[in-house]
């Protein structure tokens, strides 16, 4: 068994997530569970740090030096849930996206019923940095709410409102259209906390039915198609993120007939869950 700690590298956890295998979290639940392996020996512990010349191997399969920060953009459909598992043993994204992905890993979630846009990134660390507030970044929605609401009703919304005894920062909120019995508005937060839009509105008498995620800070759904995978061009994740390596992995550009599609769009069977 190993416990012997190497003077230099990175923790596991996170080298593991940086290749993009899972979160620190996950990876450290991966070493409890005994699926991981440093240098033919089993790990018992996540307190220990590795580097390239190490052979690391997870669930058998041996992961290599991690790759070039990479992302794409993905149209979320409703009914996939945005984990890499889930316990109620619904369908996930991963059980979607093309086969020729790469490992990857969702920037921030899109709950079950929900829909529209999902970053995705083989980078651990340019997950984390993404989802955090204080990257400034406004995550836009289109709502439809049953009701009629006027600016007053959202007024709380802008303010800042507490539910559950859970604070949620201010929104930005605006009416566009009233269609018969419901209305479509466009909310923006710089937060992300578990359906917060859908019980904010709630709190001011709405009810959500329909919840499309149309931006995260600089990129955009666009005309993407439920289901549509789109690598961002590296020049992109240049400008907007300050990643200078990414000069060395420009990817081809991508008209939309390039644009990949799932599984279930090919009509191909749904593919074996991934771990």
Do not use: C
């Not at 990479?70 to 009914?79: Q, S």
């Not at 979607?96 to 829909?115: A, K, Y």
């Not at 709380?156 to 419901?182: C, H, W, Y």
């Amino acid at each position: 068994m190993t416990d012997k700690l190497p003077p230099e590298g990175d923790r596991i956890a996170k080298y593991l997530s940086r290749a993009g295998v899972a979160s620190r979290r996950e990876v450290e639940r991966m070493i409890d569970e005994g699926r991981v392996q440093l240098n033919g020996q089993l790990l018992t512990t996540p307190a220990i740090k590795v580097s390239d010349k190490d052979t690391i191997i997870v669930d058998g399969k041996t992961v290599g030096p991690a790759d070039e920060p990479r992302m794409w953009l993905y149209h979320k459909p409703t009914g996939l849930v945005s984990t890499n598992s889930d316990e109620k043993g619904r369908r996930t994204i991963f059980d979607e996206l093309p086969e020729d992905m790469p490992r990857v890993m969702t920037i921030g979630r899109l709950d079950l019923n929900s829909e529209g846009l999902l970053l995705l990134t083989n980078d651990g660390a340019l997950k984390r940095r993404l989802e955090l507030p204080s990257t400034g970044w406004v995550r836009k929605y289109r709502v439809r709410v049953n009701g009629r609401p006027t600016d007053d009703t959202l007024a709380p919304l802008r303010k800042g409102i507490t539910v559950d005894g859970e604070r949620f920062q201010p929104m930005a909120a605006s009416i566009d259209r009233q269609q018969g019995a419901n209305a479509w508005l466009t909310v923006g937060l710089r937060e992300g906390k578990n359906r917060e839009i859908r019980r904010a509105m709630e709190a001011i008498g709405l009810s959500v039915n329909r919840l499309i995620r149309v931006s995260y800070g600089p990129f955009q759904l666009k005309t993407l198609k439920p289901g549509e995978v789109e690598e961002i061009r590296a020049k992109v994740m240049r400008d907007q993120l300050g990643l200078g390596s990414a000069e060395k992995t420009e990817p081809p550009k991508r008209g939309p007939k390039a644009r990949r599609l799932s599984r279930a769009q090919q009509g191909k069977p749904p593919a074996r869950r991934r771990k």
